[in-house]
Each structure stands twice: as C-alpha cells, then as structure tokens.
Nanobody
Framework: QVQLVESGGGLVQAGGSLRLSCRVS????????MGWFRQAPGNERESVSR????????YYADSVKGRFAIARDNAKNTVYLQMNSLKPEDTAVYYC?????????????????WGQGTQVTVSS
C-alpha cells in the first residue's frame, strides 16, 4: 500500500522560509515523478512544482519560480520543497503526490496517490 506523509508546514512571517518533506512508502519511488500542489480556501488545487523520477527534470509554477526549489532523495524515498521569500499569497494546504507512470503534468488527475496535506500560513 502506497503512503505519502508530509511534514514541515507551519506559520511564518512574510519573507521567511520553510522546507516541506514528503516520505513515500510502498512504492518503487525512483520510478515515479512527484508533484507538490497547494489549495487555498475557495480555490482549486494548483500545481506548485514537480520533479522527474531521476530528479534531473524540475518544473515550477510561474508564481513560485525563483523562490521555491524541489528536490528528491531516492535513497530516502523523500521529496522536498524548499520555500524561500514566502508571501501571504503562498498560504495554503500543501500536498505531495505520486504521479502515474510515464507522466509528469500539472493536472491533479494524473497523480494516483496523495499525502494528507500540511498547512502553510504566511503572515504579513
């Protein structure tokens, strides 16, 4: 059974940093792309960043480009999201997700497994 467990969310002032972690169990982790998504109240779930199975290819939403960095450690079955220069508009529940084999898109429907979500709140 595949499980994703996120950690690292919290409350931070604008301009601060947080690092999210997502540990995956029950999967041949390195075979699959991973994505980070976020959802604020009243909004649809949106893609923040995604990374290929090897870690070579990374992609970012325009809103976070230059501020966020995604990485993975396949030996630890873990994907990370380093978030710097945080803004109040980054406030949301952040989710990690395991992609379907062979795809790595911004669409939530292309991800088969999801974590429980971790709250990130950025105060102004």
């Amino acid at each position: 059974q595949v499980q994703l467990v996120e950690s690292g969310g919290g409350l931070v002032q604008a301009g601060g940093s947080l690092r999210l972690s997502c540990r995956v169990s029950g999967s041949d982790f390195s075979r699959f792309g991973m994505g980070w998504f976020r959802q604020a109240p009243g909004n649809e779930r949106e893609s923040v960043s995604r990374i290929s199975g090897s870690g070579v290819n990374t992609y970012y939403a325009d809103s976070v480009k230059g501020r966020f960095a995604i990485a993975r450690d396949n030996a630890k079955n873990t994907v990370y999201l380093q978030m710097n220069s945080l803004k109040p508009e980054d406030t949301a529940v952040y989710y990690c997700a395991l992609s379907r084999p062979g795809v790595l898109t911004t669409s939530p429907s292309d991800y088969d497994y999801w974590g429980q979500g971790t709250q990130v709140t950025v105060s102004s």
